[in-house]
Each structure stands twice: as C-alpha cells, then as structure tokens.
C-alpha cells in the first residue's frame, strides 16, 4: 500500500537540522526481514543508545526548537544561520550543544505537547515570541527579529520570566558613533522623537555626551507634527537622524521627511538598509546575520550553564550600509562601508544602552 507520511521533529544524527512536517511519499516494502533480524535489531539499537553523545539517546533533552512566525525567506535564512553557526561553535568548543538536534517548525504547526523535549526554544518574529511566552513556562525561550517598540512585545514583557528578548533595535549609540565616523563636522544632530519615549531620549543624550556630539531634540506630542518638528530643526543642525520608531517614520511619512532633509542639503541617518536604499546617506542596522549570531551567543550561553546576559538585549552586532549616490549628490566624500565600521568600533562602548 502507498500512500503519504508526515514526519513531525525527526531526528537523524547530532547536529542535524529537521524542517519539520515534510511529506515525503511512502512505498510499499516488498522485503520482509529474515527470522531473527527483529531481536538483532533490537539488540543493536540498545547498544547504540549507551554509547556517548548517539543521537538514539534523547534524555539529556540538548535539542533546540526554532518556532518561525511567517514563511517569508528571513525567517528560514536566520533559522539555518543559527544552526549552521551555533553547530559549528560547539564542535570547535567541545560544548555538550555539538550533540544538538535543531527542529525548525511554522509556529502554526507545533504541537504544544512536545515542548518539554527540548532544552532552549528559539522564536523568530513577534507572532511566535508572543504565543510561546503564553503558552510555555519551564523552558528558556530566546526571541529575536521583533522591533523593540511593538506594543504586544511591550505588553508581553512580563508575562513570562523565562523569555529573553533580542531587538532588531542597535542601541541609540551606535547610530551616533557612525556619525562620528562619518564625519568631525557633524556636530549639531537633530532628532525628533515621541514625547513619551523618554528612554530614548536619555540614551541618546548619555551617548552623545560620551562622543562630544550636541543633540537638538524636538519632542512630539501627536503625529501631524512630524513635519513642523523637522522643519523647526533643519536651519539648525548639520545631520539629521532617526530612530525606529514607526509612528514617526512609515510609509506614509518617510518620502517628505527625507524630501525635506534634501532640500536644505542635510544628510540623514536611517536606522535600516531600506531606509538608505530609500534614500537616507547611511545606517546602521541589525542584519539576519548579525540577528542569527547574537541568538547564537545566547544559546552557547545556557547549554554554557552561564546565565543568559539580560531579559531584554539591544543589537550586539551590527552592518553599516552607505548610499554612494546620496553622498554624490550632497557633495559629501564617498566612504567605505568597513572603514566606517572600524572606526565606529573606536568609539563605542560594550554598554549596548
């Protein structure tokens, strides 16, 4: 008889990926085993079970389950560099995670009942960090590619103790070492920010203070005026930088703000690759493999017996992305994308505030 089988979190070997719930067809077995086969089977499968690190032996629970909110290419490119990345590192560490199975699985297709097979779970995107931080409370949960500003994340940040949450957000610093790096005459830098993100406000000031910058901030209190704000700024500043913060900058906005900045000759700072590709002079921002290795770090970190560093981390590592022809028109000196980001090294601290 043929028909079709579902193989659901099938493990193969130590340090093997499973793309969960792939059909495959099932043929027929015409070849029945010889009279005996079965117990020497048996007695096969029981040895390989006792010896060190076979992936037959699934007590010390080592596997790791990646839960993806959606089917879009980032989740899936993240997923294996995680794996690839965090395989690789245990082998060359002899870390008891070299041993690890790594499930990748649709968060609507896991089943809740298998979650205690596993030693860490990893979420991708605000859909599964929020499901999983519900629904499971015994195993430490690692999320990342969620904006720090999303008000579910927000609402989601006490409800489960065992959660870590790794921003897309670089830390408000990092924006402000790439216009140091960028150029000595950026000096006067103008934001606008929410009247009630007072954190971001502070980070910024803290960080500016430490790199001699001067900030002008215009504070909002709705969002028709965004464009007042900036227009209050521009006679004033040298550059002008944004911070993720969708209510400011979306889709129905960002063409008048960066209209407005190229008017009056100011660069602008993005916060994302599509921001410069939009037509921002530079950004710094969090890429899928910049996101994959601080999960990585994360991971190595609880299978380390080492405490996972905090509940709610900024980005740790970070892209610089610059737009040639932006800078072409501005006049401004076309710069090396790795240059820049060894000198932004020069000036920023581990703080990640």
């Not at 839960?67 to 997923?79: H, I, P, R, T, W």
């Not at 996101?291 to 892209?319: C, T, W």
Request: glycine share 4%; with cysteine.
């Amino acid at each position: 008889m043929t028909g079709t089988e579902t193989h659901s979190a099938q493990h193969v070997y130590p340090g093997s990926v499973c793309l969960c719930a792939v059909k495959r067809p099932v043929k027929e077995n015409h070849n029945k085993p010889l009279p005996g086969t079965l117990s020497i089977l048996a007695l096969l499968f029981s040895l390989l079970s006792l010896l060190p690190g076979s992936a037959l032996s699934q007590n010390d629970y080592n596997n790791i389950l990646i839960l993806l909110s959606d089917n879009k290419d980032v989740y899936l490119d993240v997923a294996t560099t995680i794996t690839n990345t965090t395989i690789k590192y245990c082998r060359n560490h002899e870390l008891s995670c070299q041993n690890s199975n790594y499930d990748i699985v649709h968060i609507s297709s896991y089943d809740q009942q298998r979650h205690k097979n596993y030693k860490a779970i990893i979420t991708l995107g605000t859909h599964a960090a929020i499901v999983s931080g519900k629904n499971i409370r015994d195993i430490t949960i690692i999320s990342a590619l969620i904006p720090k500003n999303n008000v579910m994340i927000q609402e989601t940040l006490t409800t489960n103790p065992k959660q870590h949450f790794l921003y897309l957000d670089q830390p408000a610093g990092h924006s402000l070492a790439l216009i140091k790096a960028l150029s000595s005459r950026f000096e006067d830098i103008g934001i606008v920010v929410d009247s009630k993100d007072q954190a971001t406000v502070e980070s910024l000031q803290n960080a500016a203070m430490r790199l001699k910058l001067n900030l002008l901030i215009e504070q909002i209190f709705s969002n028709d005026q965004v464009g007042t704000a900036i227009n209050n700024l521009l006679e004033r500043i040298d550059i002008f930088l944004t911070t993720p913060d969708t209510n400011i900058h979306n889709k129905s906005t960002v063409s008048n703000i960066l209209l407005s900045t190229y008017r009056k000759r100011i660069p602008l700072i993005g916060f994302s690759s599509a921001y410069v590709k939009a037509g921002a002079l530079a950004a710094v921002y969090s890429s899928p493999e910049d996101i994959a290795y601080q999960v990585r770090d994360n991971i190595i970190a609880h299978f380390s017996s080492e405490e996972i560093p905090l509940e709610q981390q900024m980005g740790k590592y970070f892209s610089v992305l610059f737009n040639t022809d932006v800078a072409r028109s501005l006049g401004f000196p076309i710069k090396s994308e790795s240059k820049l980001k060894s000198r932004m090294m020069d000036y920023i601290q581990h703080d990640f505030d």
